[in-house]
C-alpha cells in the first residue's frame, strides 16, 4: 500500500534534492578535473540524473512507500549528506580527482571522513540510492542497483590505481586497518 500523493512526498524530494544537488556542484566545483570531463564521468552522470529523474516520477506518480520505509529512506538522505559534506571539508586543502581521471594519486587522506572508510565519497553516493530505493519501491530498486555495482566497480579501479603508484606501500598498510565502505570492527585490546 503506498501513501497517497500530497505533502508526504515533498520531504523526500527536498531531502534527495539537497544530496543530488551536492554531488552534482562536486563534478564541477570541488573535484580536480582536467579542460575535459572524463566520458566515463559523462555516462555516469548522465544515468545518475536520469535514475534521479526516474526516482521524482516514481514520488509524483504512487507516492511514498509506508511510513516506516520512508523514515528510513529519509535517514539515508540525512546520512548521505552528512557523509559527503564531511568528506568535502576533509579534501578542501587538496581536491581529489574527479573520478574516470587517468591522473596518478598524489595523496592520501586518513583522516576525517576517511579514517572510518577508505571510500566515504562512494559511500555517500551509495547511501543515497538505496534511500531513493527505500522510499520510492521496487520500480526504484533497478536503477539504484546498477548505480550501486557501478560506484564499486569505479571505487576498486582507484584502489588499482593506489596500489600502482607511488603511495602503494602507504595505501596497503591504510587498506590493512580501514574497510572499503563499511568501518572494521576491531577486537578490544587487553
Request: glycine share 6%; charged share 15%.
Amino acid at each position: 500500500m503506498t501513501m497517497s500523493i500530497g505533502s508526504n512526498v515533498w520531504l523526500p524530494i527536498a531531502l534527495s534534492l539537497v544530496a543530488f544537488g551536492s554531488f552534482s556542484w562536486a563534478v564541477c566545483g570541488h573535484f580536480e578535473t582536467s579542460i575535459r570531463i572524463p566520458n566515463g564521468m559523462r555516462l555516469l552522470s548522465f544515468f545518475s540524473f536520469c535514475s534521479y529523474m526516474t526516482y521524482i516520477g516514481l514520488l509524483m506518480w504512487r507516492g511514498c512507500e509506508p511510513p516506516v520505509w520512508t523514515t528510513l529512506g529519509l535517514a539515508g538522505f540525512v546520512v548521505s549528506i552528512a557523509l559527503f559534506w564531511w568528506t568535502v571539508i576533509t579534501t578542501r586543502p587538496h581536491r581529489l580527482a574527479l573520478a574516470y581521471t587517468d591522473a596518478e594519486p598524489d595523496i592520501l587522506y586518513i583522516e576525517g571522513s576517511y579514517a572510518k572508510v577508505r571510500h566515504p565519497f562512494y559511500l555517500s553516493y551509495i547511501v543515497f540510492w538505496l534511500a531513493t530505493a527505500t522510499v520510492a519501491g521496487a520500480w526504484q530498486w533497478a536503477p539504484a542497483l546498477i548505480l550501486i555495482f557501478w560506484y564499486i566497480r569505479v571505487a576498486k579501479g582507484e584502489e588499482r590505481r593506489f596500489r600502482s603508484s607511488t603511495l602503494s606501500a602507504a595505501y596497503d598498510a591504510y587498506r590493512g586497518r580501514i574497510g572499503m565502505f563499511l568501518p572494521r570492527i576491531r577486537p578490544a585490546r587487553r
